[in-house]
C-alpha cells in the first residue's frame, strides 16, 4: 500500500501549493450527476473539483461518487455543503471528499462547529469508520487511519457577510481551519451593494480580510469575482491564487451559445 504521502494528501499539497503562491484550479460542479465531469477536469488541467451543494439538488450519493473518481485521478475533492450538519459532513467524507467548503460562517465558534465535524478524535468528533475509499477501503489501526486522515482533509470556510469580517481575526487564526474563501457575491448584497466589488467598503473588508489571514499564515481565496483584472490585483495584493474557472452549468450554456452562434454563421452567404 501506498505511504502517507499517498493520494489522499491531495488536498493538503493544493493548501501548501496556496501558501506558496501557486496556482491552484478548481471547476465547479452544479448540473452534472456522473463521474465524466471529473475527468473533464482533469483532461483539461484542472488540480481540483468542488460540487456546489449549496445551490443544487444533487444528492448526496452523486456527490461522493464524483468526488471519488476525482480522488482516484489524482484531482482533490471538495464539497460545499448547504448546512453545518455533522451527519451531511461525514457522509461526504466517509464517501470520497476530502475538502469540505462551509458557506455563511461569521464565528469563531462556528467555524470550530466545521472543524469538529471533519477531524476524528482527539483533533474533532467524527464518527468512527473501519474503511475508506480514501485508503482504497483497507484496514489500518484505527490510530493510524485517524492520524492520516486528520492530516489529509482539509477545510475551508467562507466568509459572507460583515459580521463575519468583523471575526476574521478569530476565524483565520482557529486551528483547523486550513483555508478561508469570501463569497463575493454575497459579501456585497449583505453590505448593500450587489454585485459592486470595487466599492471602498467591500475594498475595506477585503483587506481586512487579507491582514487577517497573513497574520494567521492561512491562505485567504477570493471568489465570485467576475472582473479578472480586479481578481489578479487581488492576488497580487497577497490572495491566494485559488482559480475558480467556472461551474459545469455555465460552461455548458457558454459552449451551447458558441456553438449555434458558428452553425447560424455558416449558412450566411
Known amino acids: 500500500m501506498q505511504d502517507e504521502m499517498g493520494r489522499w494528501l491531495v488536498a493538503r499539497a493544493l493548501v501548501d501549493r496556496l501558501v506558496e503562491g501557486v496556482p491552484v484550479a478548481a471547476l465547479g460542479v452544479r448540473g452534472s450527476r456522473t463521474t465524466e465531469i471529473a475527468r473533464i477536469a482533469r483532461s483539461t488541467g484542472h488540480h481540483a473539483i468542488w460540487v456546489d451543494l449549496e445551490h443544487s439538488t444533487m444528492p448526496i450519493d452523486a456527490a461522493a461518487m464524483i468526488c471519488a473518481a476525482a480522488l482516484d485521478l489524482g484531482l482533490a475533492p471538495f464539497v460545499r455543503i448547504p448546512e453545518r450538519e455533522y451527519g451531511v459532513i461525514g457522509r461526504l467524507l466517509d464517501g470520497g471528499a476530502l475538502g469540505i467548503i462551509a458557506p455563511r460562517i461569521e464565528t469563531a465558534e462556528q467555524a470550530q462547529d466545521i472543524v469538529t465535524a471533519c477531524r476524528f478524535p482527539p483533533l474533532g468528533h467524527r464518527s468512527a469508520i473501519a474503511t475508506l475509499p480514501h485508503l482504497e477501503f483497507r484496514k489500518l489501526p484505527a490510530e493510524q487511519m485517524y492520524r492520516i486522515m486528520n492530516r489529509a482533509t482539509v477545510v475551508k470556510v467562507l466568509i459572507e457577510s460583515p459580521r463575519g469580517i468583523e471575526n476574521i481575526e478569530a476565524i483565520a487564526g482557529l486551528a483547523g481551519v486550513d483555508i478561508v474563501g469570501i463569497g463575493a457575491n454575497d459579501l456585497t448584497a449583505e453590505m448593500g451593494v450587489p454585485g459592486n466589488f470595487r466599492h471602498p467598503d ?14 494567521a499564515r492561512k491562505p485567504l481565496a477570493i471568489g465570485g469575482i467576475g472582473d479578472a483584472a480586479y481578481a489578479a490585483e487581488l492576488i497580487r495584493l497577497g490572495a ?30
Open 240 to 269: 491566494a491564487p485559488f482559480m475558480f474557472t467556472g461551474i459545469d452549468t455555465d460552461l455548458l450554456l457558454g459552449a451551447a451559445q458558441d456553438r449555434i452562434q458558428q452553425s447560424l454563421a455558416s449558412l450566411k452567404p
Open 202 to 215: 467591500v475594498r475595506r473588508a477585503l483587506e481586512t480580510a487579507l491582514s487577517a489571514c497573513q497574520r
